[in-house]
């Protein structure tokens, strides 16, 4: 599926985080902007295979960012790091370049500025970033990504099994503890206790 227009792209990502909002179209023009600076003009499509996308912030803009370039968890496409920024970089594989791009502080003061007749805060700023310029909207940068082998869709290795839990490990992240190899939460890394 080629590129289609931001409207279309509206109804998808309505569709798909169950509301449309300001965040959304956030997202949408980020992605729609990362991807034309990849200068990829099949992302979910004949691209796919050769985009992957690192998200800063879990939010409506990671749905919509995903609606865009087709990334996403299960496919190892869409990476998260939870570093609560309003921002993502766009990585081609195959040409080996990445931009990063991040949505301005100002944005919002300027969404006030244009249209400071629409009380509504999320109607405002919907309205304005539909029709902002790219440049106002968002700073971009060509960044380097090193992702490694085994964070790469479609990346194969043998599953090792915890030594302490039996439970199977995937994609290197076991660890090498004291001679034995432990998944993360046996490692002392769980984000949950017994209960
Ligand atoms: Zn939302
Ligand atoms: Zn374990």
Redesign the pocket.
Known sequence: MAILSLPEYEELARVA????????ILGLRMALLGVRLLELDDPTGTDRKRLITYVEID???T?AIGVVTGCRLGKRALKFRDFGKAAATFCDLQRGRAVRVAARESAKERARELYPEIEAKNEQQMRAYREMPDDELFETRWVRVATPSEDLPGYKAPRVLCAACGEGVNFRREVARDGRVLCRSCAGEAYYTEA
């Open positions: 985080h169950g509301h449309l909002c300001a965040g959304q939010r409506c803009m749905d």
